[in-house]
């Protein structure tokens, strides 16, 4: 049986949402001709480091409670080593 997603998950998650709907809005935006595409460009760069982060929070969260430690002792990394981690 596996256990509930601990509270500080769901405010990650819902983070994830935030910025999946700030990706799709600035891509409208885009589309609608209300931002060029430099600006895009540039914004949804932040975007997608921003989610690299959440998302290795949430794995790291989760790799914690699996391994019984506390999750809360994940910690964001910085994002040139979230990026790298392909490279």
């Given at each position: 049986m596996t256990q509930q997603s601990p509270t500080g998950d769901d405010s990650i998650i819902a983070r994830i949402h935030e910025l999946v709907g700030e990706e799709r809005d600035l891509r409208d935006q885009l589309a609608a001709q209300q931002i060029d595409a430099d600006?895009?460009?540039?914004?949804?760069?932040?975007v997608e480091t921003q989610l690299d982060q959440c998302w290795d929070l949430l794995r790291q969260r989760r790799a914690r409670l699996d391994a019984g430690q506390d999750p809360d002792g994940a910690r964001v990394r910085p994002a040139s080593e979230v990026e790298n981690y392909l490279s």
């Open positions: 600006t895009e460009r540039s914004r949804l760069a932040a």
